[in-house]
């Protein structure tokens, strides 16, 4: 009697399930972070994607850095915008509220959807989404994160490191830099069911693997079991 081959086909069923589970896994991994890119509060990515630019391809009528368009959507002509402006008292300057979703009571300090420790609001003005910074970028290079500086004063040059908002003696810069939490390069955007399909791919080849060991179990059973032709068991001669 030989032993079949089924065991070994339902091990190996169940290693290119899983593979295929893992690689769907991260492949919507990589995927969905982008969608979010467009959308938002009336169209407000498109619009922040027009204004987040270099200071020099702003149009800018009195040179402060805030952008014409933005500074009419703020208070109604191209100059009458200081920075300091915050109609809904949220800590975030209304121009840099308008540059991130498009009205100026439209973004949230603590919204944070891929639980990074970064605004969702900061993130999209970096990068264009709400999951997509690695809280490293940094376009003038001085050490301050672009998104920090965002959050700080309103644009990804502005910050000296020497602002200090609620007087503590720890710069602003460094208590956000704080509260960022790094996530893996893999799961690019920290999202925890991803570790559960993971696990549930490492469940169903342990159960996979047990099963084929338990048949190939019986099956050595079954062929020890049965007699063999001329032996005493058999009554042959």
Same mark, same amino acid.
């Given at each position: 009697?030989?032993?079949?081959? +089924? ?14 589970? =893992? ?20 169209? +407000? ?24 368009? $933005? ?45 990074? &420790? ?43 490191? =020497?602002?200090?908002?609620? &007087? ?33 791919? $490492?469940?169903?080849? &342990? =159960? ?19 007699? $063999?032709?001329? +032996?005493?068991?058999?009554? &042959?001669?």
């Amino acid at each position: 009697m030989s032993i079949r081959p +089924s065991g070994v086909l339902l091990r190996t069923r169940f290693l290119v399930a899983c593979v295929v589970l =893992a690689l769907c896994s991260f492949l919507a991994l990589t995927v969905s972070p982008a969608a979010s890119a467009d959308t938002g509060v009336g169209g +407000s990515v498109a619009f922040s994607r027009v204004l987040v630019t270099a200071a020099g391809d702003l149009v800018d009528a009195d040179g402060d850095r805030i952008g014409d368009d $933005v500074e009419i959507a703020v208070c109604g002509t191209k100059t009458c915008a200081t920075g300091l402006e915050d109609r809904d008292g949220d800590g975030i300057p209304d121009w840099t509220e308008v540059l991130s979703c498009g009205d100026r009571t439209c973004a949230s300090p603590t919204k944070d959807r891929d639980g990074d &420790g970064i605004p969702d609001f900061a993130e999209r003005l970096v990068c264009g989404s709400d999951t997509c910074s690695n809280s490293t970028e940094d376009a003038d290079g001085d050490g301050i994160g672009d998104w920090v500086e965002f959050v700080i004063c309103g644009d990804r040059t502005c910050a000296t490191g =020497a602002e200090d908002y609620d &007087g503590d003696g720890v710069s602003d810069a460094a208590q956000l830099a704080a509260c960022v939490k790094r996530v893996d390069s893999l799961a690019l955007t920290g999202q925890p069911w991803f570790w559960g399909l993971m696990l549930a791919a $490492v469940a169903a080849m &342990g =159960a996979g693997g047990f099963l084929w060991w338990r048949r190939v179990r019986v099956a050595a059973r079954e062929v020890e079991a049965v007699p $063999v032709a001329g +032996s005493s068991l058999s009554g &042959g001669e």
